[in-house]
């Protein structure tokens, strides 16, 4: 690794992913690589990312977080394999990818987030153009996988378009079909987070209904859990974190950690960066 990649390149802790990731994130997105000394394709795609941080001269750093030695990181982004690369831009994850992609398609994976330095007008024209509707995007890209079947993730990328066209089923029969590598990428995670917190509400209690029995016991954490998805998704969504919260510090192990998991679903799903990155310091001190 040469001085020019070190500028741009780090290991990533426990200690300081607040500050070196969450926090950093805001100024510029950063790459973060799951890894391992024992994975072989790591070892492939480690100098690929490195070479690509040192190309891009700052536009994004690149964090990596040996999981053997961060296991509670590991678990906090729900690695399952290695390597999987998260990029966390404005105190979120915005995207990822499992497994070790050759360059080119690291360069086009990037190219979606991440723009170069000395690009500035080629980004001010991107931001100009008008933005694509959800349906827009669906139809587009049921038409690009009518004419290139092969290409699976143009199905994750339909199912990401579903989900925020509000046909959770589509967008969950997508995710269903997706090959084992897409399954686990970060945006799958997310949109499979956003459907499954809809569905725990399919058949629950009103607002009003979920309050009244927790004014009756405040250790109903059903209806807490019930009452933090009804906010979350309405238009409260802090209010609805503070109900995991509760749960978390009052029964972190209640339903098999429901509380944790809710808001890790959370703070992928919510585009508040200062909100996420405040809950997410709580939940931390909750946890360590």
């Not at 961060?70 to 394999?81: E, H, K, P, V």
């Not at 993730?153 to 090959?179: I, R």
Request: glycine share 6%.
């Amino acid at each position: 690794m040469t001085d020019a990649t070190l500028d741009h390149v780090f290991e990533v802790t426990e200690q300081n992913f607040e500050t070196e990731v969450i926090n950093a994130s805001l100024d510029a997105p950063v790459l973060v690589d799951f890894w391992a000394t024992w994975c072989g394709p790591c070892k492939t795609l480690g100098p690929l990312l490195e070479q690509l941080a040192t190309e891009y001269k700052g536009a994004f750093r690149l964090g990596k977080v040996d999981v053997d030695k961060n296991q509670q990181l590991a678990a906090m982004f729900g690695i399952r394999s290695v390597p999987t690369v998260v990029l966390v831009k404005d105190g979120q994850i915005a995207d990822g990818f499992a497994g070790a992609l050759p360059l080119g398609q690291l360069r086009e994976f990037l190219a979606r987030h991440v723009q170069p330095l000395d690009g500035a007008d080629d980004e001010a024209e991107e931001v100009a153009a008008p933005a694509e509707t959800p349906e827009a995007a669906v139809n587009r890209l049921q038409q690009a996988i009518a004419a290139e079947p092969e290409r699976a993730e143009l199905k994750l990328d339909l199912a990401v378009a579903l989900a925020q066209a509000g046909h959770s089923d589509a967008a969950a029969t997508e995710l269903d079909t997706l090959p084992a590598n897409l399954a686990t990428d970060a945006r799958a995670v997310r949109v499979r987070q956003q459907l499954e917190l809809a569905r725990a509400l399919k058949d629950a209690p009103a607002q009003a209904e979920l309050e009244q029995r927790i004014a009756t016991d405040v250790a109903d954490w059903q209806a807490r859990d019930l009452l933090g998805v009804r906010l979350l998704l309405g238009d409260d969504p802090a209010a609805g974190l503070e109900q995991f919260l509760a749960i978390l510090e009052k029964a972190r192990d209640w339903n098999d950690g429901a509380a944790k998991k809710r808001l890790l679903a959370a703070f992928g799903t919510l585009d508040d960066a200062e909100l996420v990155g405040r809950y997410r310091r709580r939940m931390a001190s909750l946890l360590f």
